[in-house]
Each structure stands twice: as structure tokens, then as C-alpha cells.
């Protein structure tokens, strides 16, 4: 696909720099830390990716996407949770909405990714009636999470964007 396109990047534990990496390769696209765009094609389509925060794209990624005029978008990135999960459809429907109305967004789609160590240990000090409270259940998720993102999770980052780039 080329240099019409570049991959750009916020990772907190390295799950979506990995998603990235894999993603420019397969598109054969630049790849960039949201941190130094500067190399970034003026007029290039943009695959941006995120790590959840909170329920949207993290700080560094949010302020890069405000900053956005005009520009074909598909927006890729990891969660802890499930990708089939309503939480991650709101996420998504979040992250589109950071994007000026200029942007077009050609598609989106958030694979699942190893929960940062620190954030668990959080969890187990919040009051029970919180959502990401450390419970058994959870606790599975978790174990779950840990794995990703793998090999499929990669394949469909790399299917979703090649059909919504085509």
C-alpha cells in the first residue's frame, strides 16, 4: 500500500507498539511514536493506534488526534477488555469522537491486550462496587488478557485496516 500511508502509535506497556509494528509492516507503511510525528507524509492516510485509558484514547494519542484536519483516519488499538465486550464498542464510538469533523474515518477496531501489571495492583485497593475492582472475575479477564495481543489479534488489525484502506 505504501508510503500514502503511515502508522502512528501510543503505547503504555509496548501491546500497541506491537500492533503497529506489525501493522506498518504488512502495509508497508512508516510507523511513529504519536510523540514525533514530525516525519509524518503531509497528506498521508493515517492508521492511528491507542491503548484505552479510562474509556478512550490515552493522553498522548487524544492530543495528536485533536489535532487533526482533514485527514482519511482508521483508528486501531488494545483493551483489557473483551473485543466483543459493549465496553469496547464504547470506546470506539469515544475515540471517534475526539476527531474533528473534517477527518474521515475509514474504520476501527480495538483487539484485546496484556493488562499493565501496575494497573492490577491498583484495582485491588479500589472499593468493591467499582467496576475495575480486583475481583475473582476480573481476575480471570485478566489472565486472559495476558496473552494478547497474539497472532489473531494481529491478522485482524491487519484485515480490518487493508478492507476499510482498500
Not at 501491546?15 to 506489525?22: D, L, P, Q, S, Y
Request: hydrophobic letters at 40%.
Amino acid at each position: 500500500m505504501g508510503n500514502d500511508i503511515a502508522v502512528i502509535y501510543s503505547s503504555r506497556t509496548g501491546n500497541t507498539k506491537k500492533v503497529a509494528e506489525r501493522l506498518a509492516e504488512a502495509l508497508d507503511a512508516s510507523c511513529h511514536s504519536v510523540k514525533d510525528t514530525s516525519a509524518v507524509p503531509e497528506g498521508a492516510t493515517l492508521c492511528i493506534g491507542t491503548w484505552i485509558d479510562r474509556g478512550t484514547a490515552d493522553a498522548a494519542a487524544k492530543k495528536y488526534i485533536e489535532s487533526l484536519r482533514g485527514r482519511r483516519v482508521f483508528i486501531y488499538g488494545t483493551l483489557g477488555a473483551e473485543p466483543d465486550s459493549e465496553h469496547c464498542a464504547k470506546c470506539i464510538e469515544n475515540i471517534r469522537a475526539l476527531f474533528d469533523p473534517s477527518n474521515e474515518i475509514l474504520g476501527a477496531i480495538l483487539v484485546q491486550g496484556a493488562i499493565d501489571p501496575m494497573l492490577i495492583e491498583m484495582f485491588k485497593s479500589m472499593p468493591k462496587d467499582n467496576v475495575h475492582a480486583f475481583t475473582e472475575e476480573n481476575a480471570v479477564r485478566y489472565a486472559a488478557a495476558a496473552s494478547h495481543p497474539d497472532e489473531n489479534d494481529f491478522a485482524q488489525v491487519i484485515a480490518a485496516a487493508k478492507e476499510a484502506l482498500a
